[in-house]
């Protein structure tokens, strides 16, 4: 694996500073690594992302989020930290914070504050609210789930409303935040000028449940928690086939779809019943139909199953776990995956990486997860800050007591 930046990608030419902790910042400056950004990750001396050492699952959270950047250390609660980040900020292109609401201000190196110092600064700031009644409140991913009524849309009905399983609501706010880095980007080409860009939270799980807002507005009432069908075809749901935790999401949205379901498990007799002749009368039945094919696949093969819809061309897919994508064939062949040693041990792990391709452009991993503070030194003085100021911002505690 290469260590070095590779000029041939699109963003090879953006320098990125990010503060950012657990998923939202993070997420978004590993986007623009992928495709090439040279992403400085700004971390507290000592400890770092608070991430790093959450549990069982925080290093993993953290390498794959982090990857392809370098690390460096700062105190931005001392004078020294905060001028070594000014004079960082002064050449860069981008800053990335997902800090609490007003920390960057208070600490003087927020929008404003930078924008003085280089008026061409493109400053994404990711919260939970945009601001509004909402907005001096304390943002994170289960907050905008709930609030936006993504969990009461997820499970099932008449149980607890169900978080989804990744941090959703925080990964929608960092990618409508690129999206808007990558238009300021754009402008600043015509005018030179940079801009504030806000990534929020809420709005961006609320702007996801836009088709069930305008459902419950037209028709006065809330639909039901979706489970895994939805409320537009019949069949469409997940089956347990053969083994006790084998899944497989089969769904039947076209009139060409039903006979060619019939003839892959066997049940071509179905076909002369009133009660599945079209699509309404399906939907109408959903509750019977569904059951008759539940009990018809719960003995069978799940792989045998499932190629035998594929060759009807019936939307099919097993219910995968995680560990089912380590070594995906598909994954590899498109050359998705990230190979990486892990900045805790060592160890070679793999993730996806950010699905941006093109005509010669493509995602690409180059760095290593960084240890703490790992290029610290190296960054200051590609920087062309000399061996005597980093000295010196080191002896009046710009990178920690150390």
């Given at each position: 694996m290469s260590t070095e930046p590779s000029g041939g990608q699109p963003l090879s030419d953006i320098t990125v500073l990010e503060l950012g902790n657990i998923v939202a910042g993070p997420f978004a400056s590993v986007m623009l690594a992928d495709l090439g950004a040279e992403v400085i990750k700004v971390e507290r001396p000592g400890s770092g992302d608070v991430i790093r050492?959450?549990?069982?699952?925080?290093?993993?959270?953290?390498?794959?989020?982090?990857?392809?950047?370098?690390?460096?250390?700062?105190?931005?609660?001392?004078?020294?930290?905060?001028?070594?980040?000014?004079?960082?900020?002064?050449?860069?292109?981008?800053?990335?914070?997902n800090l609490g609401p007003g920390v960057t201000d208070r600490l003087g190196i927020g929008y404003d504050d930078l924008a003085e110092r280089n008026p061409g600064i493109i400053y994404l700031s990711i919260k939970g609210f945009l601001e509004g009644p909402h907005g001096d409140r304390a943002g994170m991913d289960v907050v905008a789930e709930a609030m936006?009524?993504?969990?009461?849309?997820?499970?099932?009905?008449?149980?607890?409303?169900?978080?989804?399983?990744?941090?959703?609501?925080?990964?929608?706010?960092?990618?409508?935040?690129?999206?808007?880095?990558?238009?300021?980007?754009?402008?600043?080409?015509?005018?030179?000028?940079?801009?504030?860009?806000?990534?929020?939270?809420?709005?961006?799980?609320?702007?996801?449940?836009?088709?069930?807002?305008?459902?419950?507005?037209?028709?006065?009432?809330?639909?039901?928690?979706?489970?895994?069908?939805?409320?537009?075809?019949?069949?469409?749901?997940?089956?347990?086939?053969?083994?006790?935790?084998?899944?497989?999401?089969?769904?039947?949205?076209?009139?060409?779809?039903?006979?060619?379901?019939?003839?892959?498990?066997?049940?071509?007799?179905?076909?002369?019943?009133?009660?599945?002749?079209?699509?309404?009368?399906?939907?109408?039945?959903?509750?019977?139909?569904?059951?008759?094919?539940?009990?018809?696949?719960?003995?069978?093969?799940?792989?045998?199953?499932?190629?035998?819809?594929?060759?009807?061309?019936?939307?099919?897919?097993?219910?995968?776990?995680?560990?089912?994508?380590?070594?995906?064939?598909?994954?590899?062949a498109v050359d998705i995956i990230a190979k990486f040693d892990s900045a805790t041990d060592g160890e070679q792990l793999k993730t996806v990486m950010t699905p941006v391709y093109g005509d010669n452009m493509a995602p690409q991993q180059r760095l290593n997860p960084p240890?703490?503070?790992e290029h610290t030194a190296a960054v200051f003085r590609d920087a062309g800050v000399s061996e005597a100021d980093i000295e010196d911002f080191r002896e009046r505690g710009a990178f920690g007591d150390s």
């Amino acid at each position: 694996m290469s260590t070095e930046p590779s000029g041939g990608q699109p963003l090879s030419d953006i320098t990125v500073l990010e503060l950012g902790n657990i998923v939202a910042g993070p997420f978004a400056s590993v986007m623009l690594a992928d495709l090439g950004a040279e992403v400085i990750k700004v971390e507290r001396p000592g400890s770092g992302d608070v991430i790093r050492g959450a549990g069982e699952t925080g290093p993993p959270m953290f390498d794959a989020l982090n990857r392809n950047k370098r690390s460096i250390e700062l105190n931005l609660k001392n004078d020294a930290g905060k001028q070594a980040f000014s004079n960082l900020a002064d050449t860069a292109d981008v800053i990335i914070e997902n800090l609490g609401p007003g920390v960057t201000d208070r600490l003087g190196i927020g929008y404003d504050d930078l924008a003085e110092r280089n008026p061409g600064i493109i400053y994404l700031s990711i919260k939970g609210f945009l601001e509004g009644p909402h907005g001096d409140r304390a943002g994170m991913d289960v907050v905008a789930e709930a609030m936006s009524g993504l969990m009461s849309m997820t499970g099932e009905q008449g149980r607890q409303p169900v978080r989804v399983g990744t941090s959703i609501a925080d990964m929608g706010a960092a990618m409508y935040g690129i999206m808007g880095v990558l238009i300021a980007l754009r402008e600043r080409e015509r005018t030179g000028q940079g801009r504030k860009v806000d990534g929020p939270l809420f709005e961006a799980a609320a702007s996801w449940m836009g088709y069930w807002i305008t459902y419950a507005d037209r028709y006065g009432e809330d639909h039901p928690s979706l489970g895994s069908s939805h409320p537009t075809w019949s069949l469409y749901d997940v089956f347990r086939v053969g083994g006790e935790d084998a899944w497989l999401f089969v769904g039947v949205t076209t009139e060409r779809h039903w006979p060619a379901l019939c003839r892959a498990i066997d049940r071509e007799d179905l076909l002369a019943d009133e009660r599945f002749d079209t699509a309404d009368s399906r939907l109408a039945h959903k509750t019977e139909l569904t059951e008759i094919v539940a009990e018809e696949l719960r003995p069978r093969d799940r792989e045998t199953v499932q190629q035998k819809l594929e060759a009807e061309n019936i939307p099919v897919a097993p219910v995968n776990d995680p560990s089912d994508l380590v070594d995906d064939d598909h994954l590899e062949a498109v050359d998705i995956i990230a190979k990486f040693d892990s900045a805790t041990d060592g160890e070679q792990l793999k993730t996806v990486m950010t699905p941006v391709y093109g005509d010669n452009m493509a995602p690409q991993q180059r760095l290593n997860p960084p240890k703490l503070g790992e290029h610290t030194a190296a960054v200051f003085r590609d920087a062309g800050v000399s061996e005597a100021d980093i000295e010196d911002f080191r002896e009046r505690g710009a990178f920690g007591d150390s």
